[in-house]
T-cell receptor
Framework: DAKTTQPPSMDCAEGRAANLPCNHS???????VYWYRQIHSQGPQYIIH???NNETNEMASLIITEDRKSSTLILPHATLRDTAVYYC????????????????FGQGTILTVHP | DAGVIQSPRHEVTEMGQEVTLRCKPI?????LFWYRQTMMRGLELLIY????????DSGMPEDRFSAKMPNASFSTLKIQPSEPRDSAVYFC????????????FGSGTQLSVL
């Protein structure tokens, strides 16, 4: 699976948009970009994923560059509860059996949302 | 749905004792994963089951670790004998197969081996 590079930490003011970058220059054609977050003392939580088109759900938006070598997770209106470690992961999808995409978690980005 | 349920939430034991961690995946999910998290090594995948069959156990650190999934609604991770370096948070996660699956994690078991 392709490796990712994320900044170790970022700050954001409450109510503002948080833009978290991720570089994945060695991504393969069948690999997706997944974002998870982990709030202190909890298990990781799925946020969003995409292949090549931009994606949006109730939690966030995912912008993937045309060459797919980088992406940005956008939390449009950050709140204090969004303070967490955010993980960007590149993997092929889990199609069952031996054809599974192992989600390898790196160090992530510690996002701190302040009042 | 109650989500992925793990027990116990906390476990404190002495070196050499057997430890059993338990996981109930989300009903209908056919993939189950055990992860371990430490400050030094972050989140590591230990083992992956699909339809109750172990598919990838390459992350299991050594023979002291074993995992079973006797049915679709229950899995165990056993450490025998336990050592202080096994102290970590152990997470269980489940998912549906498919091109757009996502993992649902439990709340974890905080294991301390003294």
């Amino acid at each position: 699976d392709a490796k990712t590079t994320q900044p170790p930490s970022m700050d954001c003011a409450e109510g503002r948009a948080a833009n978290l970058p991720c570089n994945h220059s060695t991504i393969s054609g069948n690999e997706y970009v997944y974002w998870y977050r982990q709030i202190h003392s909890q298990g990781p939580q799925y946020i969003i994923h995409g292949l090549k088109n931009n994606e949006t759900n109730e939690m966030a938006s995912l912008i993937i560059t045309e060459d797919r070598k980088s992406s940005t997770l956008i939390l449009p209106h950050a709140t204090l509860r969004d303070t967490a470690v955010y993980y960007c992961i590149v993997s092929r999808p889990n199609a069952g059996g031996t054809s599974y995409g192992k989600l390898t978690f790196g160090q992530g980005t510690i996002l701190t949302v302040h009042p | 749905d109650a989500g992925v349920i793990q027990s116990p939430r906390h476990e404190v034991t002495e070196m050499g004792q057997e430890v059993t961690l338990r996981c109930k995946p989300i009903s209908g999910h056919n993939s189950l994963f055990w992860y371990r998290q430490t400050m030094m090594r972050g989140l590591e995948l230990l083992i992956y089951f699909n339809n109750n069959v172990p598919i990838d156990d390459s992350g299991m650190p050594e023979d002291r670790f074993s995992a079973k999934m006797p049915n679709a609604s229950f899995s165990t991770l056993k450490i025998q004998p336990s050592e202080p370096r096994d102290s970590a948070v152990y997470f269980c996660a489940s998912s549906l197969d498919g091109a757009n699956e996502k993992l649902f994690f439990g709340s974890g078991t905080q294991l301390s081996v003294l």
